[in-house]
């Protein structure tokens, strides 16, 4: 392994005793800098006082980090989708306002005030909360990914989208502060033939799904935070329903109503969309779960390496439906070695997982991809494994290996490689 992340330089000091060991991450001896000799604006002057934001956004000079969107993909903004800018994070939270949004009909702006949250079907009590009902249960703190099974679906037939935001962010991990939903399952009280939950958003597209009652009474939460604040408008202020670890567009937002029924519903969006399509013509309708995958963040097409060759850093994210990520593979010739990553930050199941490989760069083309393995021991598989067995034919779950090509400039761009 040619990483060391041990061998440490201290910037700013010792620069002399140091320079040999820190001209592989960019330092320079010390030199007339300007950045340093001159005087800058904020050196002379007094910044705003306290009052002066009372809610705080980023420095302008962040301003190109937003979500985007990919206009030909949809035929208006309102039914449509827009992508986390993934290369521009780090860890593991996304930040609020970066969240991708996927919408049916736009974004309802709810009056918390005069929303309810109503249970009814096959229970004892058929009931209606309040928001105010809602946050006298007791609360827990889970961090969860939410990712769109349609996630890196343009990709199916080959690289397309020179990106990773637009391959891969139609996800976002949050920390959601919420009420496990077989609380409120259980203040109605599910009659014995209740074997399916179906939720219901209060926006113009009433979209529903079909949930299986064990899935409702594990894991899933009726939240109303998001990394401490209340939700954003966009992640269905001010209540939302998570589904740790399946496909987004269970996560019903802006939630109204809970029904209980016997059996699961026909639903237009998963039986039209929310289908995988198999080799022979043949449709999967019940795929819940997302599978094992990573990405290789940084670098990657929007975020080239600009700093020549020499020490750099390759990070990226991983995650799984079914449990956490104890290791990722990276490999900087297209397979033919892999190392392992090393992981930082909290590794919680179903949560985003931060994986970085430091090495020293020759300045060589480089073909770069991560490898997932989660806490079941399943393996991400290649686009042409995935392929293999679910044909070219399908748009959702796919989970296959990310390339990135890097050429001597250090410019990224989308490939494939078998
Ligand atoms: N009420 C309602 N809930 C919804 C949707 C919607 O259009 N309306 N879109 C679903 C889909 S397809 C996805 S992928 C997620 C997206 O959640 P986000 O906008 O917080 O990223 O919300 C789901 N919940
Ligand atoms: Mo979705």
């Known amino acids: 392994m040619t990483s060391n992340p041990t061998r440490r330089g201290v910037l700013g000091a010792g620069l002399a005793a140091g320079a040999a060991a820190l001209t592989g991450r960019g330092a320079k001896a010390q030199a007339a800098d300007p950045a340093i000799t001159n005087l800058q604006p904020w050196n002379q002057a007094l910044g705003d006082g306290v009052d002066a934001r009372p809610y705080g956004s980023p420095s302008p000079h962040e301003a190109h980090v937003k979500r985007r969107n990919v206009e030909w993909l949809t035929a208006d903004p309102v039914s449509s989708v827009n992508f986390t800018p993934l290369h521009e994070l780090d860890g593991v939270i996304t930040p609020n306002g970066l969240c991708f949004e996927r919408h049916h009909a736009g974004i309802a702006e709810v009056d918390p005030a005069r929303h309810r949250l ?213 490999t900087i010739d297209g397979g033919k070695t892999w190392h392992q990553a090393r992981m930082s930050g909290p590794s919680a199941e179903k949560s985003l997982h931060r994986f970085y490989y430091e090495f020293d760069w020759d300045g060589g083309p480089l073909l770069l991809q991560s490898r997932a393995h989660d806490s079941t021991g399943y393996v991400q598989p290649t686009k042409d494994q995935l392929r293999a067995f679910r044909g070219e034919n399908s748009i959702y779950h796919n989970n296959g290996i990310q390339t990135w090509y890097v050429n001597e400039q250090g410019v990224a761009e989308n490939v494939e490689v078998s």
């Open 118 to 330: 109503m249970i009814n079907g096959l229970v004892d009590t058929p009931l209606v909360f309040t928001m105010q009902d809602i946050m006298r249960f007791p609360r827990e703190n889970r961090m969860y990914f939410l990712e769109c099974a349609a996630n890196s679906g343009m990709e199916w037939r080959g690289s397309q989208l020179n990106g990773c935001q637009f391959t891969h962010g139609m996800i976002h991990n949050v920390l959601y502060t919420g009420v496990p939903l077989r609380y409120l399952l259980e203040e109605a009280g599910v009659k014995t033939n209740g074997k399916w939950v179906m939720p219901e958003g209060a926006d113009a597209s009433a979209m529903t799904r079909s949930i299986p009652i064990e899935k409702a009474m594990d894991d899933c939460l009726v939240a109303f935070k998001m990394n401490g604040e209340a939700l954003r408008p966009e992640q269905g202020y001010p209540v939302r329903l998570v589904v740790p670890g399946w496909e987004g567009n269970m996560w019903v937002k802006w939630l109204r109503r809970l029904e209980v029924g016997d059996q699961p519903w026909h639903h237009r969006e998963e039986t039209s969309k929310y289908t995988d399509l198999l080799e022979d013509g043949s449709a999967r309708r019940f795929t819940w779960v997302m599978d094992a995958k990573s990405v290789i963040t940084n670098p990657s097409p929007q975020a080239p390496i600009t700093h020549g060759r020499g020490h750099t850093v390759i990070t990226g994210v991983a995650w799984s439906g079914r449990g956490s990520i104890p290791r990722v593979d990276v």
